[in-house]
Structure formats: structure tokens, C-alpha cells
């Protein structure tokens, strides 16, 4: 039998909805202006850039840490890029596959621990495997045969963009709604 806890509700299901589709609107205009942040640090030193990935990472988190039930980061992720598609990214469908391999990453974290710590650090540590998750699959299909300073000065930014952007600024968003009190219906 399942635990309520493992068990969805309406409510968490129209909620990883709106966050779906609220991040996939938001992956959207991201899409059209992450070049004008990822450009210069780029010319610095190629790959950099990746840091600001952390964005397109950040709907699987806060999904996670909201709902608390399995699959919510991988959810959410999904109808994110699911819309950000539909809006006419320019990734076009494979936006659908790049949610699903950063949705699964960190929901891989929220199941290794048994869906039972939603802290800042393992919010991080979800937002860290997202952004390796993404490396990994941005370095297989968008940049194969990179070099391996490339690769992984990618994977690191990645990771880092995934820690902080992700992590961290979703722990700051639930904080901000928690004390609004827009998730008195929600454990977090």
C-alpha cells in the first residue's frame, strides 16, 4: 500500500502543471537571451558559458521541492520543456529529451534519498547531478568530439550553474513562497 506521501494528489498534480508550465515560458525567454550572458564568459574561456544552463534546471527542482512525491522533478521538468518547445524553442523538439535527462537527474537525488530530505544541500546536490546530467547529454549531442578541456570546463559549469542557479535559487523561491504562504497545503 502506498503511503500518502508517494501518493499524488489533484493538487500536486495541477501544481507541477503551473510549475511546468511557468518555467517553460520562462526556459523560453531564456532561450532567446542566454547567448547576451553566456557569450562573454565564453570568450573567456569556451564552455564557461554552461553556468547559466543552471536556468533550464531549475523547474525539476523546484517541482521537487514543493510536491515531494517521486517523479515531481522529472514532471515538471518535462512539461517545462514540453512548452518551452510548443512556444518555438529552437531546440525544437530535442528540448524534450534535454528535459527528460535533467528532470531524471535530479530526480535520481530525491530517490536516493527516499523522497525524505528536501533540504538545501540535497537541493544542491540534485541541482550538481541535473547539471551533469545536461553536460553530459549537451557534450554527446550538441558538441561531440569536444576537447577534453572543453568537456570538462562544460561539465563543471554546468554543475556549479546547477548547485546555484537551480539549487540554491529554488531553496530561495520555496523560502519566499513558504513565508508568503502560497504552500500551507504542501509539506515544504
Not at 101 to 108: I, N
Amino acid at each position: 500500500m502506498l503511503t500518502a506521501r508517494f501518493t499524488w494528489r489533484a493538487l500536486d498534480l495541477t501544481t507541477a502543471s503551473v510549475i511546468g508550465v511557468s518555467a517553460g515560458v520562462i526556459f523560453w525567454i531564456w532561450g532567446l537571451t542566454w547567448s547576451v550572458f553566456s557569450a562573454p564568459v565564453d570568450a573567456l574561456l569556451p564552455g564557461l558559458g554552461a553556468f547559466f544552463a543552471g536556468v533550464w534546471l531549475s523547474a525539476g527542482l523546484l517541482g521537487a521541492l514543493i510536491i515531494r512525491k517521486p517523479g515531481a522533478a522529472l514532471l515538471t521538468e518535462l512539461v517545462a520543456a514540453a512548452v518551452s518547445a510548443a512556444l518555438g524553442s529552437q531546440w525544437g523538439l530535442t528540448a524534450l529529451w534535454s528535459g527528460f535527462v535533467q528532470g531524471l537527474g535530479a530526480e535520481l537525488v530525491f530517490a536516493l534519498f527516499a523522497y525524505r530530505l528536501f533540504g538545501a544541500r540535497i537541493a544542491v546536490l540534485a541541482g550538481i547531478v541535473a547539471g551533469l546530467a545536461m553536460a553530459a547529454n549537451d557534450l554527446i549531442v550538441w558538441y561531440p568530439g569536444s576537447s577534453p578541456l572543453f568537456a570538462t570546463v562544460y561539465a563543471v559549469s554546468g554543475a556549479l550553474g546547477g548547485a546555484v542557479i537551480a539549487g540554491l535559487g529554488s531553496v530561495a523561491l520555496v523560502r519566499s513562497l513558504r513565508r508568503a504562504g502560497a504552500l500551507r497545503r504542501f509539506a515544504a
